[in-house]
Each structure stands twice: as C-alpha cells, then as structure tokens.
C-alpha cells in the first residue's frame, strides 16, 4: 500500500520540478535579454549615419546570452537538487546563480558604445 502512495508523490514532485525548471528558464531568458537589449542598441543602430553599425550582436551575442540565461538557472537547479534533495534550496541557488550571471555579463560584455574617435559634439 505504501508503493502506491509514492508513485504519485514522485510523479507530482517530477512534474512540479519540471514546471519549476520551465519558469526558471523562461525566466532566465527574459531576463538576459532585458540586460542586453539596451547595451547592445548603439551596434544595432549604429550611431551617427550608421558609421558603427555591427550587427554581430545579433546573430553571434544575443543567441549566447540568451542560451546562458536559459541554461544557468536549469543546471545550477538541477545541481543543487541532486545535493540537496530540497527544492526551494535549488530554486534559490538558481535564482542568485542567474543574477550573479546577468552581473557577471554587465561587468565583462561591453559592446562599442561611443562612434569612433573624432566624431565629437561639434562646433
């Protein structure tokens, strides 16, 4: 009788830990992509006259972030529910595992944000 009161508990804890990681992926992504919209404008618009236009945030930056927002909060998760068994202690882990990494990518990645030099403010 009590294998029969577990089977669900662990399917419920599956499902909810799967529905978890979901959120917290989603989560990850959307976050990222709030930190690396706006300090990936000035490539995307490129400045005065399109001068320093690189759209290689786009096809090579962006996917990167958002594939470490996605992945960092699962991993770390799934890391701590496996030495832990808890699964608030993982969601917390994740959840400051994800802001450490958007810190992390708002210290170190800095796209050009200046046009060249000698494009002052003028006369």
């Known amino acids: 009788m009590s294998a029969r009161t577990e089977a669900p508990a662990t399917s419920t804890q599956s499902r909810t830990g799967g529905g978890a990681g979901c959120l917290l992926a989603a989560l990850g992504v959307t976050t990222s992509a709030l930190v690396w919209a706006?300090?990936?404008?000035?490539s995307?618009?490129?400045g005065f006259e399109g001068?320093?236009?690189?759209?290689?945030?786009?096809?090579?930056?962006?996917?990167l972030i958002l594939l470490g927002g996605a992945l960092t909060p699962l991993l770390v998760r799934r890391l701590v529910m496996r030495w832990t068994h808890r699964p608030w202690v993982a969601t917390l882990a994740?959840?400051?595992?994800?802001?450490?990494?958007?810190?992390?990518l708002s210290?170190?990645?800095t796209p050009r944000?200046?046009?060249?030099?000698?494009?002052?403010?003028g006369i």
């Open 94 to 104: 994740a959840a400051a595992a994800l802001a450490l990494g958007l810190w992390g």
């Open 51 to 63: 001068h320093a236009r690189d759209l290689g945030v786009l096809y090579v930056d962006l996917p």
């Open 44 to 46: 995307i618009n490129g």
């Open 107 to 109: 210290e170190w990645w």
């Open 113 to 121: 944000q200046q046009p060249d030099a000698g494009y002052g403010p």
């Open 38 to 42: 706006p300090r990936a404008a000035f």
